[in-house]
């Protein structure tokens, strides 16, 4: 990681795509500490969670998960100091749309985090199922995409995305392609 830029990885796709076996690949060969934060506790149950209360829980060289619920949701934000003790290493928001519901208030603390990521040396990786379910501020940062089959319409992200017709040609090719090969991605890669 210490040799290049931090990312902000998008990596969308239907249920049952690949997006998880595609994580799990990328964790197992980056050999990087991970934190997976997840909206419920049926997904990742191979990694053991922590409470992340303290500076001290970030402190761990491997791979864990934070279950991350409303109750948690304070705690985990705690206006970006909280989240902002994990350095070096992935940071993992599965299935984003939950964690930024009514994102006003953590919009600009997560602006903060992507701002930061290249000091904090962490690359940042959001999970969707779509376009749709990603706050639009975050297509201003993004990196790369990983894209599967996806259902929703790109249309209602044409302001937002970098490069509308190439990802709307992405998406009808990889959505061809994915009848064949149901685990079939591309990656776009943006300057």
């Known amino acids: 990681m210490n040799d290049r830029e931090a990312k902000l990885t998008l990596i969308l796709g239907a249920k049952g ?4 076996t595609l994580l ?31 500076p001290a829980d970030f402190d761990f060289q491997d791979v864990k998960k934070f ?3 409303n109750f948690s949701k304070k705690d985990f934000f705690n206006n970006g100091q909280r989240v902002n003790c994990f350095t070096r290493g992935f940071l993992i928001f599965d299935d984003c749309r939950l964690f930024f ?3 006003e208030y953590e919009k600009e603390i997560f602006r ?8 904090k040396m962490r690359d940042i990786f959001l999970v969707a ?8 501020f975050f297509f201003t940062y993004t990196t790369d995409i990983v894209l599967f089959r996806t259902t929703d319409d790109l249309s209602a992200r044409k302001k937002d995305l970098k490069d509308f017709d190439r990802m709307l040609a992405t998406q009808v090719r990889v959505n061809a392609k994915a009848q ?9 890669k943006f300057n």
């Not at 197992?28 to 049926?42: F, G, H, T, W, Y």
């Not at 191979?46 to 303290?54: C, D, F, R, W």
């Not at 903060?112 to 000091?119: A, E, S, T, V």
Request: charged share 25%.
């Open 129 to 136: 199922h779509g376009f749709k379910e990603v706050p639009p």
């Open 112 to 119: 903060n985090l992507i701002i930061r990521q290249r000091h």
């Open 67 to 69: 279950i991350f619920t």
């Open 24 to 54: 799990e690949t990328i964790i197992q060969s980056a050999k990087e500490r991970v934190l997976i934060c997840v909206p419920d506790e049926i997904e990742w149950q191979q990694y053991s969670a922590t409470e992340l209360l303290h």
């Open 180 to 188: 064949k090969q149901p685990h079939y991605y591309e990656i776009i």
């Open 101 to 103: 519901k009514g994102y």
């Open 17 to 20: 795509t690949g997006k998880t």
